[in-house]
Nanobody, 122 residues
Framework: QVQLVESGGGLVQAGGSLRLSCAAS????????MGWFRQAPGKEREFVATIRRSAITTYYADFVKGRFTISRDNAKNTVYLQMNSLKPEDTAVYYC???????????????WGQGTQVTVSS
C-alpha cells in the first residue's frame, strides 16, 4: 500500500514555471517507478513523465520534452516535476503515480495521488 500526496500546483502565467512535489508513504518508495499524468476537463488522462527507481532512466511525453524535468529523492520519499515554459495547454489536474513496471500508460499505474490543479493563463 502506497499513499501519494501532490502539492505545488497553482496559477501561473504563460512562460512561467511551477515545481510539483509528490510525497509518498507506506511501502518502500524506492521499490516503485514514479510518474506524472495529467487530465484536462473533458479529456482523457495522459502521460507526462516517468522516472525509474535508480533515477537514471526517465521517460517523457513528446509535448513536454525540453520543458519539464522529473526527478526523485529516495531519501525523502518524494518525486518532483519541474515545469518550465508553461503553456495554456498545460492546464490540467496533475496526478502523481507509482507502479512497479510503470512506463507511459495509465494501465501500468498501481497507485494514484489525488491530483493538484495547474492553471496556465495567457
Amino acid at each position: 500500500q502506497v499513499q501519494l500526496v501532490e502539492s505545488g500546483g497553482g496559477l501561473v502565467q504563460a512562460g512561467g514555471s511551477l515545481r510539483l512535489s509528490c510525497a509518498a508513504s507506506g511501502s518502500t518508495f524506492s521499490n516503485y517507478r514514479m510518474g506524472w499524468f495529467r487530465q484536462a476537463p473533458g479529456k482523457e488522462r495522459e502521460f507526462v513523465a516517468t522516472i525509474r527507481r535508480s533515477a537514471i532512466t526517465t521517460y517523457y511525453a513528446d509535448f513536454v520534452k525540453g520543458r519539464f524535468t522529473i526527478s526523485r529523492d529516495n531519501a525523502k520519499n518524494t518525486v518532483y516535476l519541474q515545469m518550465n515554459s508553461l503553456k495554456p495547454e498545460d492546464t490540467a489536474v496533475y496526478y502523481c503515480a507509482a507502479g512497479g513496471a510503470l512506463k507511459s500508460v495509465a494501465a501500468e499505474v498501481d497507485y494514484w495521488g489525488q491530483g493538484t490543479q495547474v492553471t496556465v493563463s495567457s
